[in-house]
């Protein structure tokens, strides 16, 4: 290679190595965001170092982006929903209670959030739905949870993750257009 080509060259190897670490180091600190449920229409802005922001991911119904949760929630939902909720629930069969799947499609999340931390004062305050389930799960009561709306936030994003067979079909922007 020429001198001439090499003064061309080197710099420019230098800048886009310089621009990768600073790309990964953002990624590793959690300063560039991943995928979010947003309120705002879909953008795809330029980044830093002409990297294009992954698309981004539209409101669903279950609101789970007022309650900040992110795909990155997958693994503490799981944990959640083992230690809590897997004695009596799976995601897709009747166990002690009912499958899980499609809660979304059944529930508002305001609804699911209240069930979840006091069911009997649902059922107590004549909710029809929760009153229907109460009798057809032969009055079995379903005890009452301590966790917080992003605890239950991150459950629901558990299971919508494995309903089905579809995997986490909730990233998938065609997926959340459907709702
Ligand atoms: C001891 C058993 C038990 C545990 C543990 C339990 N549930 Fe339940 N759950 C039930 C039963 C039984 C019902 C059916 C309604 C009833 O009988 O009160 C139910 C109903 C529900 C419903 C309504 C389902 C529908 O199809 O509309 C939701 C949502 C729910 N449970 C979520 C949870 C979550 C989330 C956890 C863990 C944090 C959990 N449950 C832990 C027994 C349980």
């Known amino acids: 290679m020429s001198r001439n080509a090499l003064t061309l060259v080197f710099p420019a190897a230098v800048a886009l190595l310089v621009c990768s670490l600073v790309v990964l180091f953002l990624t590793a600190t959690g300063l560039e965001p991943g ?21 981004v991911v539209k409101p669903d119904s279950l609101q789970l982006n007022q309650l900040g949760i992110t795909p990155s929630d997958l693994a503490a939902g799981d944990a959640l929903f083992k230690s809590n909720c897997a004695q009596c629930h799976a995601v897709n069969d009747v166990v002690v209670g009912p499958a899980l799947a499609g809660l979304d499609k059944r529930r508002p999340m305001p609804w699911i959030i209240k069930w979840v931390k006091n069911s009997s004062k649902v059922i107590a305050s ?3 739905y929760a009153v229907k389930i109460f009798n057809q799960y032969q009055k079995q009561q379903m005890p009452s949870f301590a966790l917080s709306d992003e605890e239950i936030g991150q459950i629901i994003t558990y299971v919508r993750s494995q309903q089905g067979t579809a995997g986490p079909a909730m990233y998938a922007p065609q997926a959340v257009a459907a709702n």
């Open 35 to 55: 995928p979010r449920w947003t309120t705002e229409p879909e953008q795809a802005e330029a980044g830093g170092c002409g990297v294009i922001d992954k698309p």
């Open 126 to 128: 004549g909710d029809e």
